[in-house]
C-alpha cells in the first residue's frame, strides 16, 4: 500500500515533505508545483518515491522533485537528488533507463507560410526519413570499431563522418559529448541491441515535431538564439534507444548483487545503488558516459536526416534553409558539478531523472555565445498544446542544484490513456486544428494524447514562480511524428 507522505507548504511554489515524514529520511524533500498541479499527485506514489530519495546514503540538502512529477523506477521522474562523493552513492534508478534521453532545438530561415502549403509533405519525409516505433532500426549498422567510437566520442564521431557540421557541436551540453566514457564497461547485450539503432527515434514519448515560435517574452536573449514570431522550429525527444536500456538493466543487477551480499536492504529495491567510489559505482559511471555518448550521436544522425528532409520537400540548399541546433540538452543524467552548499564550493554528483540543467548567466558549462544570459532550457508539451524555450537563472543554483523539469510530465499511465483515449478521435482532434500527425503505431498516439499529460503552462508557471527559469519562447506544434 503506497504512504503517502505530508506536504507542508513553504511557499507558492514549493512544498516541503519534512525529514522523518518516511523513516530513514535523512534530508526533506521538496516539491515545486503549485495548487493547480498538486491536486495530481497528492495520492500518488511518485511521493513515496521522493521521499524515499531522501534515505540515501550521502544525499546532500534534500531530495527534490520538479512540477513535472510522475511515478517512475526508484526516484520519480522529475527527480534530482545530488550525492557527496565520499560518502554517497550512485543510482541506475536516479538517471533512469533511457540515459542521456534529451531534447534537440533546431531553427529554421522559413516562416509558417514557407512551410504550410507542404506540411504534410514535410512529415511525410520526416517519417521516412527518420525510423520510429518499437525496436525502430536504422538502414546502417555499427561495426564493431565504430561503436566503440560512438561510445568514446557521441556527436564528435557523427560529425566526423558527415553527419553536421562542426559548429552543431558547441551548442550542446557537453559538446555532445561527456568525459570519462569507457566503452568496455557498456556489455555485449547492450552493443548488440544498439547495433541498428543509430539515428531512430523510438517510441513511448518520442517525437519529432515541426512546430512555430508563437511568442516571444525575453526580447533580448531569444534574438540571441535566432528565434524570430512565425519563425518554423523542430524539436526532437529521443536518447540512447536499447543500448542505454540495457546498460541500466545490467549495472542495476550487479548493483543488486552487491547489495545482497552486503546484506543491505533498501526503502525500496528500485533504488539499487552502490558507493560511486566502489568499482561497481565507477564503472557504471563510464558506462552511463557511453550511453550518454550513443544518445548524442542519435540526435546528431537525426538532425542529418531532418536536414536531408527539408533538402527533398523545399528543393533549397542547406545554407538557404539554415536548420541550425539552437541547443541540446539532456535529461536522465548523473554528473559530477560544483554547487554551493551551505556558503562553500562543494563536488557532488547530481543526479537528474526527467530533469534539466538549468543553469544561469556566467557558468562556464554555458556555451560561450550563451554565457552572457544563461543556459537555454528545452521544455516540451503534448503535441496538441505548446512547448518552451526557457533560460536558467541563479535562484535554479541556489534551490534545485541548477535543475528544472523536462517536461509537461505525465497524467496518466500509458495504459490508463491508452484505455481513456480513441486514435481516431485524437487524430481528429489534432487534424481540425491543423495539426498533422504521423505515428509508427495507433497506440503511439493514444498513449501520448494531449489529456494524458500535465498542462504545460502550469508546469512552466511554477518554474519560473520558483525562480528557476525565465520564459524566453512559446513554440506550437504544426506537425509531429511519433514512435
Known amino acids: 500500500m503506497t504512504r503517502v507522505p505530508p506536504l507542508v507548504a513553504r511557499d507558492e511554489f514549493t512544498w516541503e515533505i519534512p525529514a522523518g515524514s518516511v523513516p530513514g529520511m535523512r534530508v526533506?524533500?521538496?516539491?515545486?508545483?503549485?495548487?493547480?498541479?498538486?491536486?495530481?499527485?497528492?495520492?500518488?506514489?511518485?511521493?513515496?518515491?521522493?521521499?524515499?530519495?531522501a534515505t540515501l546514503p550521502g544525499i546532500v540538502r534534500s531530495s527534490l522533485a520538479m512540477p513535472d512529477i510522475h511515478f517512475g523506477y526508484g526516484f520519480p521522474v522529475g527527480g534530482v537528488a545530488a550525492f557527496d562523493l565520499a560518502e554517497g552513492v550512485v543510482s541506475p534508478g536516479g538517471i533512469g533507463y533511457d540515459i542521456n534521453c534529451g531534447v534537440r532545438l533546431l531553427r529554421t530561415s522559413l516562416g509558417v507560410d514557407d512551410v504550410r502549403p507542404h506540411l504534410k509533405a514535410l512529415i511525410d519525409s520526416l517519417y521516412r526519413n527518420v525510423p520510429s516505433g518499437v525496436g525502430s532500426r536504422a538502414g546502417v549498422t555499427l561495426s564493431p570499431s565504430e561503436m566503440e567510437e560512438v561510445l568514446a566520442n557521441g556527436a564528435r564521431w557523427a560529425v566526423d563522418r558527415g553527419h553536421g557540421r562542426r559548429e552543431d557541436l558547441a551548442v550542446q551540453e557537453e559538446e555532445g559529448r561527456l568525459a570519462g566514457a569507457d566503452p568496455s564497461a557498456v556489455g555485449d547485450g547492450a552493443r548488440r541491441r544498439g547495433?541498428?539503432?543509430?539515428?531512430?527515434?523510438?517510441?513511448?514519448?518520442?517525437?519529432?515535431?515541426?512546430?512555430?515560435?508563437?511568442?516571444?517574452?525575453?526580447?533580448?536573449?531569444?534574438?540571441?538564439?535566432?528565434?524570430?514570431?512565425?519563425?518554423?522550429?523542430?524539436?526532437?525527444?529521443?536518447?540512447?534507444?536499447?543500448?542505454?536500456?540495457?546498460?541500466?538493466?545490467?549495472?542495476?543487477?550487479?548493483?543488486?548483487?552487491?547489495?545482497?551480499?552486503?546484506?543491505?536492504?533498501?526503502?525500496?529495491?528500485?533504488?539499487?545503488?552502490?558507493?560511486?567510489?566502489?568499482?561497481?559505482?565507477e564503472r557504471y559511471l563510464r558506462a552511463m558516459a557511453a550511453g550518454a555518448n550513443f544518445a548524442w550521436a542519435n540526435r546528431q544522425l537525426i538532425t542529418d536526416a531532418v536536414r536531408r528532409s527539408f533538402r527533398e520537400v523545399f528543393h533549397r540548399s542547406d545554407a538557404e534553409i539554415d536548420l541550425a541546433v539552437v541547443y541540446d540538452v539532456a535529461h536522465n543524467m548523473a554528473k559530477v558539478e560544483e554547487h554551493r552548499v551551505d556558503g562553500a564550493p562543494r563536488r557532488l554528483l547530481v543526479h537528474r531523472k526527467g530533469a534539466t540543467r538549468a543553469f544561469p548567466a556566467g557558468r562556464p558549462e554555458v556555451p560561450e555565445r550563451y554565457r552572457a544570459h544563461g543556459q537555454p532550457v528545452l521544455i516540451p508539451g503534448d503535441m496538441g498544446t505548446a512547448s518552451y524555450v526557457l533560460v536558467g537563472l541563479p535562484g535554479a543554483m541556489e534551490r534545485s542544484f541548477g535543475s528544472s523539469c523536462h517536461g509537461a510530465g505525465r497524467l496518466l499511465s500509458r495504459h490508463a490513456a491508452v484505455r481513456r483515449f480513441r486514435f481516431d478521435e485524437v487524430t481528429r482532434a489534432l487534424t481540425e486544428r491543423g495539426i498533422v500527425v504521423r505515428s509508427a503505431s495507433r497506440e503511439g498516439v493514444t498513449e501520448e494524447a494531449p489529456g494524458a499529460y500535465k498542462d504545460v503552462e502550469e508546469v512552466v508557471k511554477v518554474a519560473e514562480g520558483a525562480g528557476l527559469t525565465r520564459r524566453v519562447a512559446r513554440l506550437v506544434p504544426l506537425g509531429v511524428v511519433k514512435g
Not at 235 to 255: C, F, N, P, W
Not at 257 to 272: K, W
Open 195 to 281: 547495433v541498428r539503432q543509430l539515428g531512430t527515434l523510438g517510441s513511448g514519448n518520442h517525437f519529432l515535431e515541426v512546430q512555430a515560435v508563437d511568442e516571444i517574452f525575453h526580447p533580448e536573449f531569444a534574438p540571441v538564439l535566432g528565434l524570430t514570431p512565425r519563425q518554423v522550429v523542430v524539436m526532437l525527444h529521443t536518447g540512447s534507444r536499447g543500448l542505454g536500456h540495457q546498460v541500466a538493466t545490467d549495472y542495476i543487477a550487479t548493483m543488486d548483487a552487491r547489495l545482497a551480499r552486503e546484506g543491505v536492504t533498501l526503502v525500496d529495491r528500485q533504488l539499487s545503488c552502490a558507493p560511486i567510489a566502489s568499482p561497481e559505482g
Open 28 to 53: 526533506p524533500g521538496i516539491l515545486f508545483s503549485n495548487r493547480a498541479l498538486l491536486g495530481a499527485v497528492e495520492s500518488d506514489p511518485s511521493l513515496e518515491q521522493l521521499a524515499n530519495v
